[in-house]
């Protein structure tokens, strides 16, 4: 995992903001395939892309594995407490710096919050006030099958 993550343009931030949801999901690679290529022909025939924000698993169990009750609680504190710092958030959740470093490291890469630096420290920012979770049952969906029998 790469420790940083490429800072967003504050165009990017300011359209994040602006969004008041971010839809998760669980999509096979063929369709993520799809629906990218479909939105990138979109853009090149001028239509606007004003679509919710959306993150995508392949799989039940990557979702699952990424989006625990321990990083619900850390996104949660994060957008509600407000913390300066990854250390202040640390102290918020009551948790070893080190680990909500990579946990929040991990978010970022993924789009879930975004840094802002603030001189020597960076702030963690929860961009959306409503996490939708869609978990398509789709027997024909190939590689998004359920973690449980």
Request: glycine share 4%.
């Amino acid at each position: 995992m790469n420790e940083s993550t490429p800072p967003l343009h504050p165009m990017e931030r300011e359209q994040l903001r602006a969004a008041s949801s971010l839809v998760v999901t669980v999509t096979s690679s063929d369709d993520f395939h799809d629906d990218v290529t479909d939105e990138i022909e979109s853009l090149k025939h001028g239509d606007s892309g004003d679509a919710t924000p959306t993150l995508s698993f392949t799989s039940y169990d990557d979702l699952m594995g990424t989006l625990t009750p321990r990083v619900l609680e850390l996104i949660e504190a994060v957008r509600r407490e407000e913390p300066s710092s990854i250390n202040a958030t640390a102290r918020v959740v009551d948790r070893d710096v080190k680990n909500v470093h990579e946990e929040l490291s991990r978010l970022a890469q993924l789009g879930i919050i975004f840094f802002e630096e603030e001189s020597q420290s960076k702030r963690p920012v929860v961009w959306f006030d409503e996490l939708i979770i869609n978990l398509p049952f789709d027997p024909e969906g190939g590689d998004t099958a359920a973690a449980a029998p």
